[in-house]
């Protein structure tokens, strides 16, 4: 029997959001505070949903990483893999574990940038389906390259990226209602499965 199992990231196989706990990797915490103090207007338009979650992701990474060199980015987002390992989910990593023992083929499929997901999935041999980030010469411009892999894009990149109806069996975790359409493709849905 083929099966695929679909993974989100933040909330699922991690307690935190990654993003916010990579920019107070990258920048320190006085930096860290003193952005969100001063985005605080644009997040809560966001939680109002005023404005689109890839709007209000795209004025975070601009106002924290424009202008950073992408070697320098990369650099920190491989180490930065030391700190997923400790604020993962015991229970999402022995599912995870599991799995790979049953021979699964498992995607995290995320709205984080791939720069910091994918290389904690090489590291776990895992497939990795995220957002990608602009890079203009060698530098991030804060924008989201395409679309923020979140709600619908994440039903069309795993579709872009697999042939569905070739497995016998799909499993899906996710946490959030950016996750409804992925957990829709999925014969077993489970939400919010690691929270105890």
Request: glycine share 6%; with cysteine.
């Amino acid at each position: 029997m083929r099966t695929l199992v679909l993974f989100d990231f933040d909330g699922t196989i991690t307690r935190d959001d990654t993003l916010f706990t990579f920019i107070k990797y990258y920048h320190g915490r006085g930096k860290y505070l003193a952005g969100l103090l001063l985005l605080s207007p644009i997040l809560c338009l966001h939680l109002l949903n005023i404005i689109s979650n890839q709007r209000a992701k795209e004025v975070v990474l601009t106002w924290f990483f424009r202008g950073s060199s992408i070697d320098h980015f990369n650099n920190a987002c491989s180490h930065f893999s030391k700190i997923v390992d400790a604020i993962a989910r015991p229970a999402a990593i022995a599912k995870l574990i599991e799995f790979k023992k049953q021979g699964y083929q498992i995607a995290v499929v995320t709205a984080s940038p791939e720069n910091w997901v994918k290389p904690w999935c090489d590291k776990n041999s895992l497939s990795c389906i995220a957002t990608k980030l602009e890079i203009q010469g060698d530098k991030l411009t804060g924008k989201i390259k395409g679309n923020n892999c979140n709600g619908i894009e994440k039903e069309k990149r795993i579709r872009s990226e697999y042939d569905l109806a070739s497995f016998d069996h799909i499993i899906a975790f996710g946490d959030s209602r950016g996750d409804q359409e992925m957990l829709k493709l999925a014969h077993a849905q489970f939400y919010k499965p690691f929270r105890n």
